[in-house]
């Protein structure tokens, strides 16, 4: 997730979707106002949501909270080690239980799983794996130190 808003040219953002890493990079606009967010096949958008909407194969998303900076570095003077390592934890609840619990049969709870951006509904024991197949403990897209492509 990017909080600082304010990217400079050349800031690399990354993202794992679908067990495969994508990067952007942030680059000037050809009339010289403003920055373009560009994959790595060539294509340029205007905000980091449609970039990510690319990825995702025309599926809305929050641009802001689906990249995030490469290497998990912030900004000069965002935070102290002790905030990345809170972040770094809060990142790795890959699946939850959603706000809207209405319209359910009892027994029944609606979670949503953050790498495939999907709403399912299992049983209220927290599903290890959600129906796409993405594990809760997956070192891809929790940021396990260590672990996972780079």
């Known amino acids: 997730m990017i909080e600082d808003r304010n990217l400079s040219v050349g800031t690399r953002l990354v993202a794992n979707y679908k067990k495969q890493r994508y990067v952007c990079t942030v680059e000037a606009a050809d009339e010289g106002e403003g920055v373009l967010y560009v994959l790595e096949d060539g294509s340029k958008h205007k905000s980091p949501s449609a970039a990510g909407m690319k990825v995702m194969g025309g599926k809305a998303v929050n641009g802001w909270r689906f990249w995030s900076l490469e290497g998990g570095a912030t900004p000069a003077g965002n935070g102290t080690e002790k905030a990345l390592r809170q972040a770094k934890t809060k990142a790795k609840k890959i699946i939850f239980k959603t706000p809207n619990q209405q319209n359910l049969k009892e027994g029944e ?34 940021g396990e130190p260590g672990e996972g492509a780079e």
């Open 109 to 142: 709870v609606r979670w949503f799983c953050a790498a495939c951006m999907k709403g399912f509904v299992a049983g209220t024991e927290q599903p290890q794996v959600c129906p796409d197949g993405h594990r809760i403990d997956d070192p891809e897209l929790t």
